[in-house]
């Protein structure tokens, strides 16, 4: 029987209902009309928001607006000169350390300062600046969003526009390998906090004119800038809009990193397992890009968001691409040995030593009954107590400082292990399954889907124990049930599992030649799909 | 499946396997004559389809006989996979926890729509196809002169056989339900012929292996052949594979709940206007839940069942089929002579 | 609200699981149980379970009661083991040779097949003397019994020297109609050994024994072919001399095919069993021209064969048995007189006519001449 996701698909969604919020103005930048409804801060700011004030034609009195702006910013900085060879009373407005200084001394107030400069022919003959990105405004509230993102805003005495100039320069941190995402042969380069500087990156890996960004702002005080960027031929139109709609939906106060915007916009909150890739290396994104993903830039944030994803996406990595298939083929199948392993190898132990002694052959049987003899606990208590030690070690490692949080991991790792075993107070069978497990949960290239694994195994433990074998059974049957039937923006989140797709086998489970991938994964519903073609060498003339 | 090979070896000996053969003649043939019927009214979903045969009251009467088969054969199914549970498992859990248990994922199942399901049985095909080599372990030490010769009593025993596990390949009248969601119309007899057919081969080697294995004389007191064979399967590492195996086929037994109670409730949430079925569903799976703390589900009692839904089915297969035919038929025959 | 509701039901549920668990380090495994029957005709059941602490100094205990079941010696077994006693790892049975000879013995078996969690994995073996001797049996040079009875079984079995049935496959052998069971046979002198192949009749009942190279011989003839089978002969052309055996020789089969025909007249059943066999020569005590006289040796091998094989058989009609399953052929290919016989075929056996054709062939004679 085959059924295509369509009507019936539509109707049967288990998604989160959204509630059905109707858009606030996205301005791509400082609207005249803001706010419906004033958020309480200073009651002189409030007033200011309330109603937009127009830009004056007194300085004196752009400048009173300006203090009262900014009550308390001891960081404003008020420039005021005489500008051009009139000698009009000019003031320029920034902020201190969010402007890039070079510019605006050099650009900006020095061709303003200097009456040799030629004149710009507009307004009492003020010079030009040699800025590159200038603006006009008219209102207050551009105003002052400019100051509050870097820009510098000159005010003239007696025009009732404000120049803002692009002069902003913030402190910016060089570009590093991403620390969560090594890669033995990828590029080590990473994204960093500014995201036009990400979106360059971006656009190094990929300059075809069919990249689009689409811009949105979010948050009222937080005033993020996000960007959607898609390949225009090849990325689904219908997921793009969901997208947008989503983003736009979010009315908060601010987002402040990656990982806040993905729960805002991933369809099963309630789930343990991720439906959107976050990751900081370019070269992953592009690729993604490429296979007709979607990639969402945060400003202020070294993490991007990928979308649309499905479950086995998590298990691939930038490494598999550039080692050889056969290897690359192995380590896959590695990892997905792995996340069994680790979901599962804890529960199989305690349901085999509490309920199916039969299955285990009669030598193994008796070392770890000898063992277990010695434990006053019973297993799934052993198992707890290993495991939330294990737990409450790695998270001591993340915050340690390097030196000490590896020499943590090996004492707290053998040492405490042994002398637990000593003790009598666990089961070195049990030692073993935990330490595997711990591994195990190490190989998963995605931190999202690890901690998943970790979260997962506990239940799947309870049950082990409660239920045995059965147990464990039910609860597979459960998670298997519950991933088939997630959506990641209206692709199936189980596929190319389930359903089923032959092609998309190529890359999942092992990696074929790179020959053999001539078509775009059908997951993410491409609107293009040859992505290569090997041409024949010409044939020598013998 | 486990108990197939000990009641044929018990009606037809070791012709048993012939049965097999004969009943999945006899299941394509009336799947087919459904399709026949159902390709005149490619839209209609079975209620409407009644409602326009019979009238809007007989129809919707006649709709509750559908409703009702599939509501027991899904109470059946997980109440017979709760005993074998209690019996291989679990024998001092309540089987009502049991019940719970096996009801969790299927009200899961259940509440999503037939995509869902088809992502579920594709899943499952996938996962459980390497199971199938296991069995072939122990072939060794069988004997293939158990099956010689052929036809040894007469045709008699196998036809008496082949009546007596036709319920094992009921599972066609789906069809009904699902039809008019289908796409590819055109297929619907292959997809028919496909999924028949895979019943055939893997009934018809697990009989086969079973009946290699065990001495004919032996065979026919064994109440679940394959199980007691995959007791002997094993590997260095890990001895029995029997609980496995059973805990295994936990996953194929959800897909063969899923469809029936699905379309119970779905079809039954349309008759009475609800929106959707997931609240009846919801009803349903407790209702299977609350049987269990009420009635305790014993061997008998599951075997009591299984011989009303081997009736059943003998009248359903068959008949219905062509019955629904020759209805319609005749209704068109009436109507061609009316207009003047 | 609904969320909770089923929270609350979840909790409700959950709570009452658990009820099967049993850790391992609590239970009692039996790994050997033994069947007896004591001088007075009672039964006896003795069991050999593992010890897991490890502050005892011995590795296994046993225990020897009185009962009339195997259920109810297990019952009786609880009052003095540690943990559940529970038979789902059964290594060995050990059967005395004084129950065997008593018919359906075998029905004392029943739970093993009736409770799902029982093992039908274990090895059935026959001893001839008193099983507790053989339970009680603790060498310091050996591994824990269960252990060393299991490898030694196996090893055995590997050379061909006994069977090995498994419980599953006696009660296979002991239900079928067409063949008759056979188990492995011990017995404890100063040490273990096994002493070859115990036959039984329909109905269970002790009958013969045979030794390592019958047994062999009975495995060809079952169509058996893993394993080892070596074979020394003495040369029928050579002079006996009273010195080192000088007209023996040795060789082993790597790859043998049986034929088996089958046919009715006269009012009783015809067997031909024909028998291929490629044999390596392993040792040849006198000197022979191989090149030339190959077909010579090859011939007295064939001919000493097909006098064993006609020994065995022999032995087996007059006790009117059938070990090599020549009721299967029968059933296959006679079927309406095997049906008339089926209830009482040992007895219809004895009066077959079975033939044995042996046909040698020396693959290989090593690496000198």
């Not at chain 1, 809009?241 to 805002?264: F, H, K, S």
């Not at chain 1, 049957?477 to 923006?489: D, E, G, K, P």
């Not at chain 2, 159902?38 to 009467?61: D, V």
């Not at chain 2, 290699?212 to 590492?237: E, H, T």
């Amino acid at each position: 029987m085959f059924f295509r996701s369509g009507i019936l698909d539509r109707w049967f969604r288990n998604a989160n209902k959204r509630p059905n919020v109707p858009n606030p103005a996205e301005g791509t930048g400082p609207s005249p009309q803001a706010d419906a409804d004033p958020a309480p801060a200073y009651a002189d700011s409030a007033q200011i928001r309330a109603d937009p004030i127009a830009i004056s034609a007194s300085l004196l009195d752009n400048l009173a607006l300006a203090n009262r702006s900014f009550p308390q910013a001891p960081d404003l900085v008020i420039r005021r000169f005489a500008a051009g060879p009139q000698k009009t009373p000019a003031a320029l407005l920034y902020l201190d350390n969010l402007t890039d200084k070079n510019a605006l001394n050099s650009h900006v107030l020095r061709p303003l300062m200097n009456a040799a400069t030629p004149a710009s022919g507009n307004w009492k003959a003020v010079p030009y600046t040699t800025i590159g990105n200038v603006r006009k405004i008219r209102y207050w509230q551009e105003a002052e969003d400019a100051i509050l993102q870097g820009l510098s805003v000159l005010f003239l005495e007696g025009c009732p526009e404000a120049n803002v100039f692009e002069t902003s320069g913030w402190p910016k941190r060089p570009i590093e390998d991403p620390q969560m995402e090594a890669s033995l042969k990828g590029a080590h380069q990473g994204f960093v906090e500014t995201g036009s500087q990400n979106i360059a990156m971006l656009r190094r890996y990929l300059p075809n004119r069919e990249l689009r960004i689409a811009e949105h702002v979010l948050g009222r005080r937080g005033k993020t800038k996000v960007w959607i960027l898609y390949l225009q031929d090849v990325a689904d139109p219908s997921i793009l809009r969901e997208l947008q709609n989503r983003i736009a939906a979010i009315d908060v106060d601010a987002v402040v990193n990656t990982g806040e915007l993905a729960e805002y916009i991933e369809d099963h909150n309630g789930s343990p397992f991720p439906q959107l890739i976050v990751t900081e290396r370019p070269d992953s994104a592009m690729s993604q890009l490429l296979q007709g993903r979607f990639v969402v830039v945060v400003d202020r944030s070294p993490s991007v968001i990928i979308a649309p994803a499905t479950f086995t996406t998590f298990f691939q990595n930038v490494d598999d691409y550039s080692t050889r298939w056969l290897i690359a083929s192995f380590i896959r199948l590695l990892r997905f040995a792995a996340f069994l392993i680790a979901l599962f190898l804890p529960a199989i132990y305690i349901a085999l030593i509490s309920f199916n002694y039969e299955v285990i052959p009669l030598e193994l049987f008796l070392s770890i009954a000898e063992s277990r003899e010695r434990v006053p606990f019973p297993p799934l208590v052993e198992a707890f107590m290993m495991e939330i030690t294990l737990e409450m070690m790695r998270e001591a490692g993340i915050r340690l400082p390097a030196p000490i949080g590896q020499t943590i991991g090996i004492v707290g790792g053998i040492v405490i292990g042994q002398a637990a075993v000593q003790a009598g107070i666990v089961s070195n069978i049990m030692v073993i399954v935990v330490a595997t497990t711990a591994i195990a949960s190490f190989i998963l290239p995605s931190y999202d889907m690890g901690t998943a694994v970790r979260l997962l195994r506990f239940p799947m433990m309870l049950m082990a124990s409660l239920f045995g074998i059965i147990g464990i059974m039910i609860s597979s049957i459960v998670l298997a049930i519950h991933v088939i039937s997630m959506q990641s923006l209206g692709t199936p989140y189980g596929s190319p599992i389930a359903p089923f797709r032959w092609h998309d086998m190529k890359d999942t489970f092992v990696r074929l030649p790179l020959k053999m991938m001539y078509n775009r994964p059908r997951s993410t519903h491409p609107t293009q799909d040859r992505r290569l073609k090997m041409k024949q060498p010409p044939k020598e003339p013998s | 499946m486990f108990t197939l090979p000990g009641k044929l070896a018990d009606h037809a000996g070791t012709d048993g396997w012939i049965c097999i053969v004969l009943d999945w003649l006899l299941v394509c043939l009336s799947g087919w004559i459904m399709l026949l019927t159902l390709r005149k009214y490619p839209s209609l979903t079975l209620p409407e389809l009644l409602e326009q045969l019979f009238g809007r009251w007989l129809g919707k009467l006649l709709m509750l006989l559908p409703i009702g088969y599939f509501m027991l054969i899904g109470w059946f199914n997980l109440a017979t996979t709760s005993i074998y549970i209690k019996n291989w498992f679990l024998p001092k859990t309540p089987p009502c926890v049991i019940l719970f248990l096996l009801a969790v994922p299927g009200y899961m199942i259940v509440r999503q729509g037939p995509s869902i399901h088809g992502r579920f049985c594709e899943l499952v095909f996938y996962m459980s196809i390497f199971m199938i080599l296991l069995p072939i372990m122990p072939l060794a030490q069988g004997h293939w002169l158990h099956l010689l010769p052929v036809v040894k009593e007469g045709w008699r025993p196998i036809l008496d056989g082949a009546v007596h596990t036709l319920n094992a390949f009921a599972g066609i009248e789906i069809i009904l339900l699902y039809y008019p969601s289908l796409q590819k119309k055109r297929y619907a007899l292959h997809g028919l012929l496909a999924a028949n057919t895979i019943t055939l081969i893997i009934y018809l080697y697990v009989t086969i292996i079973c009946f290699i294995y065990f001495s004919p004389d032996g065979i026919a007191r064994l109440d679940q052949p394959l199980l007691i064979l995959m007791k002997n399967v094993g590997f260095r590492f890990l001895e029995r594979l029997d609980s496995l195996a059973l805990a295994a086929y936990l996953l194929v037994i959800f897909t063969a709940l899923a469809p029936a109670a699905y379309s119970a409730t779905f079809t039954l949430s349309r008759l009475l206007g609800m929106p959707d079925h997931r609240r009846i569903a919801a009803w349903y799976f407790s209702a299977i839940v609350a049987t269990g703390l009420i009635v305790q589900p014993t061997w008998k009692m599951s075997l009591w069942w299984e011989q009303r839904i081997v009736n059943a089915v003998l009248v359903l297969l068959p008949f219905v089929p062509i019955a629904l035919y020759v209805y319609v038929w005749g209704m068109e025959q009436v109507r061609k002579r009316r207009p003047g | 609200m609904k969320k909770l509701l089923f929270a609350i039901v979840l909790l409700a549920f959950i709570t009452r699981g658990g009820l099967d668990r049993a850790e391992i380090e609590n239970l009692s495994l039996r790994l050997i149980v033994g069947i007896d029957l004591d001088d007075d005709g009672n039964l006896v059941f003795s069991a050999s379970n593992p010890i897991f602490d490890k502050e005892s100094k011995i590795k296994e205990e046993e225990f020897v009661t009185r009962a009339d079941t195997l259920w109810d010696s297990r019952a009786k077994s609880d009052r003095t083991f540690m943990g559940l006693a529970v038979s789902g790892k059964i290594q060995e049975f050990l059967i005395g040779k004084r129950v065997m000879e008593h018919a359906n013995w075998f029905r004392l078996m029943d739970p093993l097949f009736r409770e799902p969690k029982n093992s039908v994995r274990a090895r059935m073996i026959m001893v001839d003397g008193p099983v507790e001797d053989v339970i009680r049996h603790k060498p310091e040079d050996k591994p824990r019994l269960p252990l060393y009875l299991t490898k030694l079984i196996d090893t055995a079995h590997r050379k061909n020297v006994t069977v090995r049935t498994m419980l599953l496959d006696f009660w296979n052998q002991d239900v079928e109609k067409g063949k008759t069971a056979s188990v492995t046979e011990l017995r404890k002198e100063s040490r273990l050994m096994i002493t070859g192949t115990a036959l039984l009749d329909e109905k269970g009942k002790y009958r013969l024994s045979i030794g390592p190279e019958e047994t062999m011989l009975l495995r060809m003839l079952q169509n058996e072919r893993k394993g080892e089978f070596s074979f020394t002969f003495h040369a029928l052309f050579e002079p006996d001399q009273p010195t080192i055996t000088s007209d023996a020789y040795s060789f082993s089969i790597d790859k043998f095919s049986v034929k088996t025909k089958t046919g009715y007249a006269d009012d009783r059943f015809r067997f031909h069993i024909t028998i291929k066999m490629r044999a390596t020569l392993g040792e040849r005590l006198f000197p022979l021209d191989m090149p030339r006289e190959t077909v010579k040796l090859q011939q007295d091998m064939a001919e000493q064969f097909e006098d064993r094989f006609g020994d065995l058989i022999r032995k087996i009609q007059q006790a009117q048995i059938d070990p090599i399953g020549l009721g299967l052929h029968a059933r296959a290919r006679e079927y309406r007189h095997w049906k008339q016989v089926q209830d009482h075929w040992g007895e219809a056996l004895s009066t077959a006519d079975i033939h044995v054709t042996v046909k040698v062939s020396i693959v290989n004679k090593g690496l000198i001449d």
